[in-house]
DNA sequence: TCCTTTCACATACCAGCGGTATGCGACGGT
DNA sequence: ACCGTCGCATACCGCTGGTATGTGAAAGGA
């Protein structure tokens, strides 16, 4: 027997699972509820008892994404050294997390047009900007870094990543990713502290 | 009396300016075609007449859109005299452009979300990515910044500005838009060469 | 154990959307 | 003056996201 807390959490998962499935392979307009409730094996009811509308699914399913990618990114940076490693470390993780092309289509091109650029920020900032600052006061911090206000600046180098990432999504060539790693090394590395 | 060819052209203006006034103000999806052939004057016969459907009506009006952008920041880039201070005019003018944030919803949110990334790449590449790819090849060419491949650094710098252009759209307060601006400057100035 | 309440979902239905097929009157070449 | 063509208007359709209501099984008290 099976519980009605229990049964509710596996309707759930799988209605995100499958609409986030169908969302990457065709993108969010040209998924239809029926499709999403088909695959999932439910119908339209249950869809409306888990969520308010189809946008709603598509903010749970970005969540999602969006906590896989931050900890990718986490993890590569923890694993390098000095902060300035894991600096680079993390943002060389986050272009080639993006580089699935079906991460990409939810994270950046259908989040911000579906719940709206305000919201889709909001939830970038807390997932993963939030930590680009943050590594970026420490560099400034300790002097590997200029001086200078961190909250542009991370946002330049967010937006610069992002469309690296979707950028790589669409070119089949494995040479551009290590093309495009590079030029944001290069980049990154400009913005360091002569000494 | 009016000729058949100045009264299409006419037409045709009425439907790209108005459904261009509805789709930055209330986003590509919240638009139905009842509410811009009502605006316009016409009926859905005449848009189908014009356009294949929604979403080439909206090309249409992207295209408008893009073009103007790149003028502005033609016209700010000629107004300054050496490469460099072209290079960063120009840059600066785009994204002064884009603080409206009628702008942006076009021509950054709802554009990848409706066209595709890949057809939005190519007409932005058309329109002002490669004025810039052009600006950074002739920059490497007089050692202005240091030798190295252009393309992916022309994505990087593009999505940078992107970006900075969105978060703009968003903030009333006026002062974003040079905390803004001279962070770019400072990201610029250290992509140059060291003498 | 039995009865009742609640909850997770199914069923049936609807308004409105983008899109299409067809009709029609005026312009324009001959 | 004629008639083909062009520029639209009208009427209509399938399908979509969304909603109102029904229903059977689990949860809880006696």
Redesign the interface.
């Known amino acids: 027997m099976v519980t009605r807390a229990e049964q509710r959490e596996r309707t759930r998962r799988t209605l995100v699972a499958e609409s986030r499935r169908l969302f990457a392979a065709k993108?969010?307009?040209a998924v239809g509820l029926a499709e999403i409730v088909r695959e999932s094996g439910v119908t339209k009811g249950a869809l409306y008892h888990h969520f308010e509308g189809k946008a709603d699914l598509f903010r749970a399913v970005l969540e999602q994404v969006q906590q896989e990618v931050a900890a990718r990114v986490v993890a590569a940076a923890e694993a390098a050294g000095d902060p300035w490693g894991r600096f680079k470390a993390g943002c060389a993780a986050f272009v080639t997390a993006g580089a699935d092309p079906e991460i990409?289509?939810i994270m950046?091109?259908?989040g911000?047009?579906?719940l709206?650029?305000?919201d889709w920020?909001a939830m970038d900032e807390d997932a993963s900007a939030e930590h680009l600052a943050e590594a970026l006061a420490d560099l400034v911090a300790n002097g590997t870094i200029p001086d200078?206000?961190i909250?542009?600046?991370t946002?330049?180098?967010?937006?610069?990543?992002?469309?690296?990432a979707?950028?790589l999504?669409?070119t089949a060539t494995p040479g551009?990713l290590t093309?495009?790693l590079?030029?944001?090394s290069?980049?990154l590395e400009?913005?360091r502290a002569?000494f």
Request: without cysteine; proline residues 9%.
């Open positions: 993108g969010y307009a990409q289509r950046l091109i259908d911000p047009a579906v709206g650029w305000n920020r200078q206000p909250a542009p600046l946002r330049l180098l967010s937006g610069a990543m992002n469309e690296a979707l950028w999504a669409q551009d093309a495009t590079a030029a944001l290069r980049l400009s913005l002569p």
